[in-house]
């Protein structure tokens, strides 16, 4: 099983490249060329824009062929086509040997580490952590047993995997929990490609380059490729691509109409976009575009800047909407860089005296608001909420303010902040990168000011005080708190190695031969700081009933043998040879950033799941009495619609495609009134007095959700509107606020049964077509019924079993209990009756 896996793994990311690289076919392949991108680079692009595109093409497919193999087929076709059209533009050349040879030995061990602590470690096959993965699971398992994808499963874009995993499920036989495995290590090695493709458009030295993609690829915390880190990773190529094409070098010249148009043109795709508000035509547009300059052929010389400026947002927005965020950010830091170069080529530099004021100040408002945040974590400080504030700012971009329960709520504040950006950074890093940023001011001081430079010490310069002051200034509006601008921490992190890069290769490489003394300080010194922190605190804990002590656990003897590595690799750090002690000096610094990340990711598990409880073994929500519920529904039961609390519910929607009474974006965000009356319903069930009275309150209080019951289900249910699915808007018009309505006259407890049977029978159907009301009763949904008001379940499944005597009084009662184990009830919900 594992190697037909690995084998569709394979299939799935080559289907997805194709798919791109024929939207790009459209391109003349002279047109690329003249843009300047590397061969990677459009590589990336096809794969960004393939990834995003097949779900689309396959709900298009799904919606006018009812043949899931067919499906398989145009995608493999399509696929094949653009491979083979656009080889010239991403074929590698006999030269590109070396440098395949060295990404490969230097990738494939750094994926397999990150790999492991990132996911490997914390799991135990077929557990795992599924929560962020229910909702690609199920559209993929639903569209594999029914062969339509469900245009109404997507929120505000389409998933990555949902639909191509789907359909090599349903026509392959492809087993979504071995891909979960699988997928990711090949997420992680995506990641690398994007970071190495990077470090090409910034650097045309190939010292820096790899420099630069080693301390980026060990301090890649991303473990797994969504719409979201897709979306981040690609606007980082595409500010690499920003640099190739508008002056990487000191001895290029800038091009001011260049540099404009790239920037209108990018802006004008945010707001075609934005106006568009639906990604099936966004990717149209995206085609007509392309193919609008292949008509104007070669007599355009700036059509060029046009392709790179529209092509690469369109990319970018198609993946996530989060790229509104990311684009900006993108285009500012490339800005700030060109009029930071541009100050620096100025004789005398007088902003530098301005830059060596902000890289001393932002650091220390960044040490102030983590100090500050840090104090009012622990109670030295009354708590602030600039919610207030930010409200008025959301309510203007966004259309909503900042209400308590909601999701805007769950991306804000200055404390998650400082959690996301901390555990992404590590204090290894922080550190480091700050005091080499200190010496390097050191060294500068016997230096006058403004005194003459080359073009070259000008450039490298110039990208070590933009990438250090737009970084910090990044993590300053980032620990503001303002909603999910956390999200842009990996644009921050590739800003500081690229900071890393040029302390270290100012400081230890381009003093040819680096002094013995400096090469043993640095060498020691991050020696000293990495295995002190992963001894002291990563791999032992200091009391054993902290949150984060068992966690510890799993990553112990990675971190030891990291630090013995790390202290074995010191005397090749002081050799004479340039080549063996500059590797040294650069492993050393990449494998102590890769340790602080995982001994991190190991302390920071409690902030996103609790405390891990005695007796797990792996971080997980389910367990095999849920796996063989679930299973028991998909091959038993495939006209069921699901009522369970919403961790329950979640897996078994993942593992069986079933559809939901209800839905939600987060465990913990479910909305108050929909859960009132899901609660009811399963207190209705687990009693164990009056049969017929229970299963009439349980009918009264399931009518309000079936009254409204979401797009998605009722697409499952019934197959209609297809088409207005995949084109509704990603960002849902207003609804306009009406007056109550007045209160209708009560009615008699008949009436009110048969009202509430005549709408059940009206929304669950009649004959062969009917459906039916399931819940899901185990000792988490019993707990969840009682859960108060903003208390949490437990990450972790229940241990205890269900009570004999509730099994019993299930059969015994008015619902049908359909399957039972130890610890998982399936029951019938006859209220159409």
Not at 385 to 405: P, Q, R
Not at 419 to 440: H, K, T, Y
Not at 474 to 502: D, N, W
Request: aromatic fraction near 10%; hydrophobic fraction near 50%.
């Amino acid at each position: 099983m594992w190697i037909n896996t690995l084998l569709l793994t394979f299939v799935f990311v080559l289907i997805q490249l194709g798919i791109g690289l024929s939207i790009l076919a459209i391109v003349p392949l002279e047109l690329i060329k003249r843009s300047r991108l590397t061969k990677l680079q459009f590589v990336v692009l096809g794969y960004a824009i393939g990834a995003s595109a097949v779900g689309i093409l396959l709900g298009f497919c799904s919606v006018l062929i009812d043949d899931i193999w067919l499906h398989l087929a145009i995608m493999v076709a399509l696929s094949a086509f653009g491979l083979a059209w656009t080889w010239p533009a991403w074929s590698p050349r006999t030269g590109d040997a070396g440098n395949i040879l060295l990404w490969c030995l230097l990738s494939l061990p750094i994926a397999l580490a990150t790999w492991w602590w990132t996911f490997g470690a914390f799991s135990q096959f077929p557990y795992s952590d599924i929560g962020a993965d229910v909702h690609w699971m199920k559209t993929a398992q639903e569209y594999a047993d029914s062969g339509v994808i469900n245009p109404y499963a997507s929120q505000s874009y389409v998933d990555l995997r949902s639909a191509l995993a789907g359909v090599l499920s349903g026509a392959l036989g492809l087993d979504l929990l071995y891909f979960g495995w699988t997928y990711r290590f090949v997420s992680i090695l995506c990641f690398l490609l994007a970071f190495y493709a990077f470090a090409e458009g910034l650097y045309a030295e190939p010292i820096r380059r790899w420099i630069t993609f080693l301390f980026a690829a060990a301090g890649n915390g991303v473990g797994l490729l969504t719409n979201g880190s897709l979306a981040l990773a690609g606007s980082v190529v595409f500010l690499g691509v920003l640099f190739a094409n508008a002056g990487r070098d000191a001895k290029e010249e800038i091009p001011a109409g260049s540099v404009a148009l790239l920037t209108l043109s990018a802006a004008t795709s945010l707001l075609t976009a934005f106006m568009l508000n639906n990604n099936a035509l966004v990717l149209v547009l995206l085609t007509v575009g392309l193919l609008l300059l292949r008509i104007l052929g070669k007599g355009h010389p700036r059509e060029s800047i046009l392709f790179v400026g529209c092509g690469w947002p369109a990319m970018l927005l198609l993946a996530h909407r989060g790229s509104y965020l990311f684009i900006p950010t993108v285009l500012a830091a490339w800005l700030s860089y060109l009029l930071i170069l541009r100050e620096m080529s100025r004789r005398p530099a007088k902003s530098l005296r301005i830059l060596r004021a902000l890289s001393v100040v932002l650091p220390l408002i960044v040490c102030g608001i983590v100090a500050t945040i840090v104090a009012m974590r622990l109670g030295y400080l009354p708590s602030a909420n600039a919610n207030v504030v930010f409200s008025h700012i959301t309510g203007l971009v966004l259309g909503k303010t900042i209400e308590s329960g909601e999701e805007l709520f769950l991306g804000t504040g200055p404390q998650v902040a400082v959690i996301e950006l901390g555990r992404a950074i590590g204090p290894l890093f922080a550190v480091c990168i700050a005091m080499a940023m200190a010496w390097w001011w050191i060294d500068r001081a016997s230096t006058p000011l403004g005194t003459a430079a080359t073009p070259v010490q000008t450039e490298r310069m110039s990208k070590l005080l933009w990438s250090w002051t737009i970084g910090c200034s990044l993590a300053v509006a980032v620990l503001s708190g303002f909603p999910f601008l956390y999200r842009t921490t990996m644009i921050v992190l590739v800003l500081l190695t690229v900071t890393a890069t040029e302390a270290f290769c100012q400081l230890l490489v381009d003093p040819s031969p680096a002094s013995f003394r400096r090469r043993a300080t640095a060498a020691i010194t991050v020696t000293l700081l990495a295995a002190g922190l992963a001894l002291a605190v990563y791999a032992f804990t200091w009391r054993p009933d902290l949150p984060a002590a068992r966690y510890q656990d799993f990553l112990r003897p990675a971190e030891i043998a990291g630090a013995v590595l790390l202290v074995a690799l010191v005397p090749m750090a002081l050799i004479r040879s340039r080549w063996i002690h500059v590797g040294a000096l650069a492993t050393i610094m990449g494998l102590g950033i890769g340790l602080d990340r995982a001994g991190i990711a190991g302390m920071s598990k409690s902030y996103s799941y609790g405390p891990l409880p005695g007796g797990a073994t792996a971080i997980t929500h389910y367990n095999a009495s849920d796996l063989d519920a679930a299973r028991w529904l998909h091959g038993n039961l495939r006209k069921g619609i699901l009522l369970s609390d919403p961790y329950t519910l979640g897996m078994i929607q993942a593992l069986t495609g079933a559809p939901a009474a209800y839905t939600f974006s987060n465990l913990d965000t479910v909305n108050e009134a929909t859960a009132r009356p899901v609660r009811a319903v399963l207190s209705a069930i687990v009693e164990r007095d009056d049969g017929a009275r229970r299963l009439a309150d349980a009918c009264a209080s399931i009518r309000p959700v079936l009254q409204e019951i979401n797009q998605e289900t009722s697409f499952q249910m019934y197959r209609a509107d297809a088409l207005s699915g995949i084109l509704r808007p990603v960002r849902p018009p207003k609804t306009p606020e009406t007056d109550e309505p007045e209160a209708a006259p009560p009615k008699t407890p008949k009436a009110t049964e048969e009202t509430d049977r005549e709408l059940i029978q009206s929304v669950l159907g009649s004959g062969q077509d009917t459906w039916q009301l399931v819940a899901v009763i185990n000792p988490r949904a019993i707990g969840w019924i009682d859960l108060g008001a903003g208390q949490r379940l437990s990450y972790f499944p229940p241990t205890e079993p269900l009570d004999p005597g509730l099994i019993k009084s299930l059969r015994a009662g008015p619902f049908q209990a359909l399957f039972a184990n130890n610890q998982t009830a399936i029951v019938r919900i006859p209220c159409e009756r």
